[in-house]
Structure formats: structure tokens, C-alpha cells
């Protein structure tokens, strides 16, 4: 395979994969409880309900504060699955790197 054909695939792929990440749902905070008003409010209304909200919310995150938890504060502090998996993938990209350079000496 030609290196020019080999640098297209690599574009291609880069793209696709780009593409794909496009669409992956980003992640917005929600209620606790998951309730939504539907209301039609006036725009000074509204900002005086983010407001109450906001400070409401400081004041639950002031008392998580006192008992000991903090955000996202699920109990679970065992890394051990990332770090195994995070070394996988390391040494698969070194494998990867490794490869491809013996591979480029031989002249393949």
C-alpha cells in the first residue's frame, strides 16, 4: 500500500472518528428530584427564580460541605479499574509505536 493511500485512510479515519464524537451527548447537570416547571414566566421573573435557585443551591452544597461529601461524592473511591486500563492502553499505544518504527527500518 502507498504511503499516500496509507495517509488518506489515516485521514479518513480521523474524520470519521471526529464525525462520530460529534454526537455524543455532552452532560448538562439536572434537579435532583428531576422536575421541570412548565411555565411561561417574565424574563425578571426568571432571573429572579435562577437566583433563589442559585443561592438554594449554594445552601445544599454548603451543608454536603458539613457532613463530609462533596460533588459527585459517590462512596466509591477504588481507582483500581482506571489504572489497570490506563496502563493497558498505554502500553498498547507503545506496542503500536515500537511497531511501527521496526516496521519502517525494515522497509515495509
Excluded at 411555565?39 to 449554594?58: G, K
Excluded at 473511591?77 to 511497531?99: N, S
Aim: hydrophobic fraction near 45%; avoid cysteine.
Amino acid at each position: 500500500m502507498s504511503s499516500a493511500r496509507r495517509s488518506l485512510l489515516t485521514a479518513t479515519a480521523a474524520g470519521t472518528l471526529l464525525g462520530a464524537l460529534w454526537f455524543v451527548p455532552s452532560a448538562n447537570a439536572t434537579q435532583a428530584d428531576g422536575s421541570r416547571e412548565a411555565t411561561s414566566v417574565t424574563s425578571a421573573t426568571q432571573v429572579t427564580q435562577q437566583a433563589r435557585a442559585l443561592s438554594e443551591a449554594a445552601q445544599e452544597a454548603a451543608s454536603d460541605t458539613a457532613d463530609g461529601t462533596e460533588l459527585a461524592d459517590t462512596g466509591s473511591f477504588d481507582t483500581t479499574p482506571y489504572v489497570v486500563a490506563g496502563t493497558l492502553f498505554l502500553g498498547v499505544g507503545a506496542g503500536f509505536v515500537v511497531y511501527s518504527v521496526r516496521r519502517e527500518r525494515l522497509g515495509f
